[in-house]
């Protein structure tokens, strides 16, 4: 991208994404995290926990989705209580690639993504 290109809008996200990653050890922080954003955020959407990588995860995770208006409250409260977990945020614009990396956000430890198997 150059200087002279032109800014993003906003507006384009659709919704966002939050990844939590566990392992085995760490899945009790996990599920106090899970229950935790349940109960603050009842319109997030929780997804189901998957104990083995999946698509480009390169860790067990379960997915939060939630609508940009929580992002100002969900973010932060994420920062505060992710308990040591990895945590991938990431935008919904329609280009899975850009989205899980270039404009993605990470909470903690950055880990691999098989970014191979995203669309560009």
């Excluded at 939050?18 to 996990?30: E, G, L």
């Excluded at 409260?77 to 919904?92: C, D, F, K, T, Y």
């Amino acid at each position: 991208m150059t200087d002279a290109a032109p800014f993003a809008d906003p507006a384009a996200i659709a919704g966002w994404h939050a990844h939590i990653y566990y392992d085995p050890a760490t899945r009790p922080a996990a599920e106090a995290v899970r229950t935790g954003l349940a109960a603050a955020f009842p319109e997030a959407r929780l997804g189901r926990w998957h104990d083995a990588p999946i698509g480009p995860h390169t860790q067990a995770m379960y997915q939060v989705a939630f609508a940009p208006a929580l992002l100002p409250s969900l973010l932060p409260w994420l920062m505060l209580n992710r308990r040591g977990l990895a945590v991938l945020v990431h935008p919904e614009t329609g280009h899975e690639l850009a989205d899980h990396t270039v404009h993605a956000a990470w909470l903690g430890e950055v880990l691999a993504l098989h970014t191979e198997v995203l669309s560009a």
